[in-house]
């Protein structure tokens, strides 16, 4: 599935484009060459941060305080339909949050995959920003300028992008701490609301 050009792409800091569960995702290692790249390849403002995309929870605390409960929060969910923002355990380069980071447990089983063999990378679409989004990652890389060997041969569902949400670090029986939900997604603000009431 992935070749050994493919790889070393991701290993020397390369921007690749991986699937999704809806959409195809421009993935490099979130170090300052590879944001470097990314940013300048999708001529994106600095300003606009990128979430990552990890394989499993041990992968998450590379970056992210995991708060107790968040592993039953996200079992009530398809995976990969939850992006969550979590306090980071470092601050990181502010393009992927510094402080606080926006991390998502891929549902594709290739992104699983990839996410397995290589580490976490980022998650931000395969398109020069404000351009049309394309479903095949083959096609997004050749929009991006990028060669077969930073692609894979896959085309993607299309559908809406996960839910992005704020989670607090507690939970409490009050229910004074309550996820923020920042942007709707493939999960309605109704359904995340009442899953959270499970927990308490």
């Known amino acids: 599935m992935f070749s050994e050009e493919y790889i070393q792409q991701i290993q020397d800091c390369f921007p690749v484009v991986y699937p999704t569960s809806t959409l195809p995702a421009l ?5 300052k060459i590879g944001l470097d790249r990314l940013f300048k390849l999708k001529e994106r403002d600095d300003l606009k941060v990128v979430s990552i995309a990890v394989a499993n929870t041990e992968q998450m605390k590379q970056f992210v305080q995991i708060p107790d409960y968040l592993g039953k929060f996200l079992d ?4 990969g339909s939850i992006t969550c923002i979590l306090k980071s355990i470092n601050e990181f380069d502010s ?3 510094g ?4 991390i998502r447990i891929v549902g594709h089983p290739i992104a699983r995959d990839l996410l397995l ?3 976490p990378l980022t998650a931000t679409s395969a398109n020069i920003s404000g351009l049309e989004t394309l479903y ?3 096609e997004a890389a050749k929009a991006l300028g990028l060669s077969k060997n930073n692609s894979l041969d896959v085309t993607c569902k299309g559908g809406k992008p996960s839910t992005l949400i704020r989670c607090p670090v507690f939970l409490s029986s009050s229910g004074v701490h ?3 939900i920042v942007r709707e997604g493939i999960v309605s603000n109704d359904e995340v ?8």
């Open 27 to 31: 993935g490099v290692r979130p170090q």
């Open 76 to 79: 009530l969910f398809p995976t």
């Open 95 to 97: 393009r992927i949050g």
């Open 99 to 102: 402080e606080s980071i926006a």
């Open 117 to 119: 063999k290589v580490g």
């Open 136 to 138: 095949s990652c083959d």
């Open 178 to 180: 309550k996820p923020e």
């Open 193 to 200: 609301m009442s899953k959270w009431k499970l927990l308490i």
